[in-house]
């Protein structure tokens, strides 16, 4: 089904006609962010964490200078990043704490995490661990009493119901029972070079699932039923797990939790030190679909009109930047200004041309723009070497996104 989109508030309109102003000099195809919006944003996810730590997801964001941004703010501390070395580059850039947040097989990447015994003992970089096989590379890498390495352990969040034999979430770790958790965790405490120091659980199906589908109340409201169900069924298992592992391997430096979609229910788990978030700064098209909170808009990218094939259509440069997941036309980029347009169900987004119909095509000059925005948030980067940061109706600055500093993790 295609996505419908809301109808623009004179807000949009008037953040439209700031971009304008602000990138007249600019020459598409680009990318901006708009920074009163960014930081909007960054308070609202505050707010909504309701004091306890954020930790920011970098693969939400992929630009350094954004990621100094959100840093600086009061509550945001340490960065989740994708990749070990991603971690790695950004410890080597200054960042004092960071997460990998998927388990590694990178022999070479490992083989530095142990040999710049400064990263690995300060507590830089952790990695993601769910099975003895990720104990076995990190030894195999050299990792000893002298040289340990920081693991973090990470739980299965997704919902298991009717004895197993139904399961909602995210296919991720394999630990879902504590005991399972708490099994590997002692016998990464037995290992000398490895140094247990945090838990994970990430809850995709209440984090990443938009609880208001357009169009669809009734779908909705199962969703935001499930939501609540796993939520509740998660509370118990992963303070139980929390105390199981701390029992083998002794106090955990972190508990993390949660993402942008689910902050106020992870943030307010007792045994939950701090929660993940990055996706929420952006605010791509994905998070229009939720009930409970709505963030401003903050990332576009304008591509030009290059051509006119008859009435009511016009076909912009490029724009086959479909976000991933599971196929389907929820992935595809979302037309945005000026309002009127959408996609061609027929070639929807394409890496060569993007035609776009509706009534506001033939208001449209060879030439002009037209302003759209990705479904995810961090992957737009990859398609862009540097961000145009706008403040009111002014460029501020351009900066590098991780593509423009050379570097593509994943």
């Not at 989109?5 to 309109?13: C, E, I, V, W």
């Not at 970098?58 to 350094?64: D, M, V």
């Not at 507590?123 to 040289?147: K, P, Y």
């Not at 060569?352 to 925005?373: E, F, K, N, S």
Request: contains cysteine; glycine residues 10%; aromatic residues 4%.
């Amino acid at each position: 089904m295609r996505p419908v989109p809301d109808r623009p508030t004179p807000s949009d309109l008037d953040r439209h006609d700031r971009l304008e102003r602000a990138t007249a000099h600019l020459d598409a195809p680009f990318a901006v962010v708009d920074l009163d919006a960014f930081d909007a944003n960054a308070g609202d996810l505050r707010r909504r964490a309701g004091g306890t730590t954020i930790r920011a997801a970098s693969k939400s964001i992929r630009c350094r200078a954004l990621l100094d941004r959100v840093l600086a703010e009061d509550g945001v501390s340490g960065v989740l990043a994708l990749t070990l070395p991603e971690a790695l580059w950004l410890a080597d850039h200054g960042a004092a704490d960071v997460v990998v947040a998927y388990p590694t097989v990178d022999r070479a990447a490992l083989r530095r995490l142990v040999a710049d015994h400064h990263v690995g003992t300060a507590g830089h970089v952790t990695v993601m661990v769910d099975a003895v096989e990720h104990l076995d590379r990190i030894e195999a890498a050299g990792a000893d009493a002298d040289r340990p390495v920081r693991v973090c352990l990470d739980l299965d969040a997704g919902l298991r119901l009717a004895g197993g034999r139904v399961r909602i979430g995210a296919r991720r770790s394999p630990l879902h029972a504590p005991d399972d958790v708490a099994a590997l965790a002692a016998e990464a405490a037995r290992r000398p070079g490895i140094h247990v120091d945090g838990l994970m659980a990430y809850e995709a199906q209440i984090a990443g699932v938009g609880n208001r589908p357009p169009g669809r109340p009734w779908y909705g409201r199962a969703i935001r039923a499930m939501q609540a169900l796993s939520a509740a069924e998660l509370r118990r298992r992963r303070a139980t797990t929390v105390r199981a592992v701390e029992a083998v391997a002794g106090p955990l430096r972190f508990v993390n939790a949660g993402g942008t979609g689910s902050l106020e229910r992870s943030g307010a788990e007792a045994c939950v030190t701090e929660v993940a978030a990055g996706s929420g700064l952006l605010a791509p098209a994905l998070f229009d679909t939720y009930a409970h909170f709505r963030p401003t808009p903050a990332a576009f990218f304008a591509l030009p009109v290059v051509r006119r094939p008859g009435p009511g259509v016009v076909t912009l440069l490029g724009g086959g930047y479909v976000a991933s997941g599971a196929a389907g036309p929820d992935r595809l980029p979302r037309p945005t200004y000026p309002p009127g347009l959408e996609l061609d169900g027929q070639e929807g987004a394409g890496e060569a041309q993007t035609p776009v119909l509706g009534p506001a095509a033939d208001r449209l000059a060879i030439g002009d723009r037209v302003w759209l925005r990705h479904v995810k948030a961090g992957e737009l980067c990859e398609r862009f070497g540097e961000l145009h940061l706008v403040a009111g109706d002014r460029v501020v600055g351009s900066v590098p996104t991780y593509r423009g500093e050379g570097m593509t993790f994943l």
